[in-house]
């Protein structure tokens, strides 16, 4: 089983910047059995969506259209962290962000296994 813990969510106004911070906790074996983790997000009354993407091995990374050149999503292996940080954050950025991570690859919700409980975000404009 692996466990996943958001920090970093709060407020800010438009313009400004957040990073948040997702945790892994569980044996090794689990974690990185993982392919790797990723970033959605919700609204009320929105399906969760897609945010960014990175893998525990290699360089691969990915984002949504709404978040590129604004977003970096980076990892830290030893710390078993991933990391989303969110510049030129703009109202409709706001939402509760979800950290997931799959063990099959893939960035689709149906790609993960499992979920962290989420952190919100509000940005004011």
């Known amino acids: 089983q692996v466990q996943l813990a958001e920090s970093g969510g709060g407020s800010v106004q438009a313009g400004g910047s957040l990073r948040l911070s997702c945790a892994a906790s569980?044996?090794?074996?689990?974690?990185?059995?993982?392919?790797?983790m990723g970033w959605f997000r919700q609204t009320p009354g929105k399906e969760r969506e897609f945010v960014a993407h990175?893998?525990?091995?290699?360089?691969?990374?990915a984002y949504a259209d709404s978040v590129k050149g604004r977003f970096t999503i980076s990892r830290d292996n030893p710390k078993r962290t991933v990391y989303l940080q969110m510049n030129n954050l703009k109202p409709e950025d706001t939402a509760v962000y979800y950290c997931?991570?799959?063990?099959?690859?893939?960035?689709?919700?149906?790609?993960?296994?499992?979920w962290g409980k989420g952190t919100l975000v509000t940005v004011s404009s």
């Open positions: 997931a991570a799959g063990r099959r690859g893939g960035v689709t919700i149906a790609d993960m296994d499992y």
């Open positions: 569980g044996t090794t074996f689990s974690v990185f059995s993982t392919n790797g």
């Open positions: 990175i893998t525990w091995i290699g360089v691969s990374t």
